[in-house]
């Protein structure tokens, strides 16, 4: 889904290729075809799906894989549907702290205009009291002057129970904003980042990487023959597999590198400082673990192996062009049998560009 964002991020700036704008018209024509076919009635928003879903499938087979219309459809609905949910979260979020903004700035206004007061009867208190002689005068006075102290001292303790109430809501708000922004970052079924983090991670350690010169590289991780797993298993089972590849992850790699679901059966690790040569060495490991961990399923063992394309940063590299790299590193380890790993260095070598 990623490559689908991207280029039609690129398309709306006017920034693609012409064999790309072919990819985009043909995406229009085979889903205004779709629909006519199936009585889909063309409305924006359900033009908006199956275009995605057509984009979806000539993107993978200028990739050489395999996808069906159901696999598309889902992983453009739940792309979509977590796009939802972050826009629901966040109105959500910005309802609150509006309604909690709303109550702070009445409370300290109304704070400050009870300390304006509190100033201007103190200012005329003491030069009626320098005025005063001794006497009754000087009782009375004290007498008004105790009495206003004590509706000033019934003020205080409003506001300051107004201002605690404020603060805590405040606090609560935070929590849930940290609890929000941890959502909005994870994949919700792996638990894994999701590609918003990825894109955040790779613009940092490219900019480090031009400031300190310190190396990283990517590997791109694709499950083999996923398809078939979810036709003969079931999507629960495909789930599961996603679930068990996503623990490898987390157990081999270390607490500075970064693992991200990027969409269906596609993963990426940016491994901080590794050359290509050490990136293929730690995907050669993951791939074995991988290999030798099946997934037993109800009364059956699934047997799972995945591919994978390893690349290093170079100078003037995007995120883009690393991942771009990546993928043609895995598309290579695809055509190559799967079940092995390939790196920017073999496309050299055989004069992939």
Not at 125 to 131: D, E, I, K, N, P
Not at 171 to 185: H, I, Y
Not at 224 to 246: C, M, Q, S
Request: charged share 35%.
């Amino acid at each position: 889904m990623e490559r689908i964002f991207n280029l039609l991020s690129r398309a709306d700036k006017r920034q693609v290729a012409q064999e790309e704008k072919g990819i985009l018209s043909e995406a229009t024509r085979r889903a205004l075809k779709y629909m006519l076919q199936k009585d889909i009635p063309i409305t924006p928003k359900s033009f908006e799906l199956w275009f995605l879903v057509h984009l979806y499938l000539l993107l993978h087979e200028a990739n050489g894989k395999e996808a069906s219309v159901d696999e598309a459809l889902n992983d453009v609905l739940e792309h979509l549907k977590r796009k939802d949910m972050d826009e629901k979260l966040l109105r959500e979020m910005r309802d609150r702290m509006e309604e909690v903004l709303d109550r702070s700035y009445g409370c300290i206004g109304e704070t400050i205009e009870t300390v304006k007061e509190h100033n201007r009867f103190l200012s005329d208190h003491v030069r009626q009291l320098s005025q005063l002689a001794q006497g009754e005068d000087v009782t009375a006075f004290i007498a008004a002057l105790i009495e206003k102290v004590e509706e000033l001292q019934d003020t205080n303790s409003r506001l300051e129970g107004e201002l605690r109430r404020v603060r805590n809501d405040l606090s609560r708000l935070k929590k849930s904003f940290r609890k929000v922004s941890v959502e909005a970052n994870r994949d919700p079924l792996t638990g894994l980042y999701n590609r918003r983090v990825l894109d955040e991670v790779l613009i940092g350690s490219i900019k480090n990487f031009e400031k300190a010169r310190e190396n990283f590289s990517v590997v791109m991780a694709d499950l083999d023959d996923f398809k078939r797993i979810n036709d003969v298993y079931g999507h629960l089972a495909g789930d599961e597999v996603l679930v068990t590849f996503a623990d490898i992850l987390r157990s081999d790699l270390r607490m500075d590198d970064v693992a991200v679901r990027y969409g269906g059966e596609e993963f990426v690790v940016v491994l901080a400082r590794l050359d290509v040569k050490g990136a293929v060495k730690v995907a050669g490991r993951i791939r074995e673990r991988l290999e030798s961990t099946p997934v037993v399923w109800g009364d059956d063992i699934i047997h799972v192996t995945a591919s994978f394309g390893v690349a290093q940063v170079r100078e003037g590299d995007t995120p883009t062009t690393v991942i771009e790299r990546a993928d043609k590193a895995l598309y290579l380890a695809k055509s190559d049998g799967k079940n092995c790993v390939r790196s920017e260095k073999d496309l050299e070598l055989r004069g992939v560009k």
